[in-house]
């Protein structure tokens, strides 16, 4: 089972959570990738996709959007899951959603999105993302759930392991390829 994980990052932190996802997957059996998604020339040859993005303003960064549309017949043909990593609020909710992943998760035929919590640190951000993250009352700190992040690796590839037909069962004998069963 070959699985590719593609995470559109910022400021480094979604990245983080495509690395940790790829490496609970491989203790899971699954060989893994794990690439930008502006670097992915092709899907073909994975089982599936994990495709992922930080949201600001509500949407998916710009190089997960255009994965999305450059790959998109692609993804409909094989297991797609989407992930979206956001800020929390001083209530440890989540900041924004993703209104925007909904068409995503259409166009792909994705099985499924996960809002994962993450992490800000304000050292890393502009003047304009500081003060945005002000006024939505954005918590400073690391808040991604790293056990959640491994169950859902374990999830995926339970999955995807749900749609892998063995190899022999593709085997077409000279009777079933003219019609004759």
């Given at each position: 089972m070959r699985i590719l994980v593609a995470a559109a990052s910022k400021h480094g932190s979604t990245a983080e959570i495509a690395t940790a996802l790829a490496a609970a997957m491989r203790h899971r059996g699954a060989q893994v990738?794990?690439?930008?998604?502006e670097q992915v020339g092709s899907v073909d040859g994975?089982?599936?996709?994990?495709?992922?993005?930080?949201v600001y303003r509500f949407r998916w960064?710009?190089?997960a959007r255009a994965f999305v549309r450059a790959h998109e017949d692609a993804l409909r043909h094989r297991d797609v899951f989407l992930f979206s990593s956001v800020p929390v609020t001083k209530g440890l909710r989540a900041a924004n959603s993703s209104y925007g992943v909904s068409s995503?998760?259409?166009?792909?035929g994705?099985?499924?999105?996960?809002?994962?919590?993450?992490?800000l640190d304000p050292a890393r951000l502009g003047a304009g993302e500081r003060a945005i993250?002000?006024?939505?009352?954005?918590?400073?700190?690391?808040?991604?759930?790293?056990?959640?992040?491994?169950?859902?690796?374990?999830e995926i590839v339970d999955r995807v392991s749900e749609?892998?037909?063995?190899?022999?069962?593709?085997?077409?004998?000279a009777g079933q390829?003219?019609?004759?069963?």
């Open positions: 990738d794990v690439v930008p998604p994975y089982n599936a996709v994990v495709l992922g993005s930080p960064l710009r190089a995503v998760e259409n166009r792909t994705a099985r499924g999105h996960r809002m994962l919590t993450g992490k993250a002000r006024m939505w009352g954005v918590k400073a700190g690391d808040f991604r759930d790293w056990d959640a992040i491994g169950s859902w690796a374990t749609h892998d037909v063995p190899e022999e069962d593709h085997i077409v004998t390829a003219d019609g004759r069963r």
